[in-house]
């Protein structure tokens, strides 16, 4: 059986950092760089605008045939038809998750620096396990390590696997060679002065790694 990532194939996960005024603006720009998942993140209380800003994300991510994952936000999830959702060690539990947006929602797993979490979220069913920090984190300062290790140790889990944390195009390429199917960035793509440029680098590394387009 596939996972995700060898369906909708590997590369860039662009993860929002709102709120911010051209939020449109700049996932337009990540989603033209090549980005291949598009995560929704908000941790404000104004639901109305999350809500709207959500809605709108959708359609664009519909444009350009990415999924949409809501940021620990089930409800939200469900009321703009995302594609799935990610959660954290706080978070609703994955059974809530897929008992909620179903059986085909993307539904992934922060597993920090451990192997044991990652095996009980792919056991439940998860459609991809995160790991990270595996640098230090300008959106985390204080998040566990990750080891590169642990990441090629997990390729057992024949789950989808996203590296988190401090990660740029200078120091990605180790994460990609030890089996990273994703690489999820905030800053070194939305604090970028070029989005779209800062996209397209990921891309390029997985491009050049694989020989191929990712």
């Known amino acids: 059986m596939k996972t995700f990532a060898q369906t909708i194939g590997r590369g860039l996960y662009a993860i929002t950092d709102g709120p911010r005024a051209d939020l449109t603006d700049v996932v337009t720009q990540a989603l033209a760089g090549g980005a291949r998942l598009l995560q929704y993140r908000d941790k404000s209380n104004d639901s109305t605008r999350r809500y709207n800003e959500a809605a ?3 359609q664009l991510c519909d444009a350009y045939a990415v999924p949409l994952i809501i940021n620990d936000d089930i409800a ?3 009321a703009v038809a995302a594609d799935g959702v990610h959660l954290g060690r706080d978070d609703d539990d994955l059974a809530a998750a897929r008992t909620v947006l179903g059986k085909n929602a ?3 797993v922060s597993c920090y620096d451990s192997l044991q979490r990652a095996k009980t979220a ?3 069913g ?3 396990i995160a790991f990270g920090a595996f640098f ?3 959106t985390k300062p204080l998040a566990p390590r990750a080891s590169i290790e642990l990441l090629r140790q997990s390729a ?3 789950v989808a696997r996203v590296a988190i944390g401090g990660i740029t195009p200078d120091n990605a390429a180790s994460l990609v060679e ?3 199917d994703y690489l999820a960035v905030i800053s070194a793509v939305f604090a970028a002065t070029d989005v779209r440029r800062a996209a397209q680098s990921f891309t390029d590394l997985y491009s050049s790694f694989c020989g191929t387009s990712p």
């Open 56 to 58: 709108a994300l959708r």
């Open 76 to 78: 939200l999830a469900q």
């Open 106 to 108: 993307i539904i992934g």
């Open 122 to 124: 792919a056991g439940a």
């Open 126 to 128: 998860a459609s991809y």
């Open 136 to 138: 230090t984190s300008p």
């Open 156 to 158: 057992a889990l024949d």
């Open 178 to 180: 030890a089996g990273a």
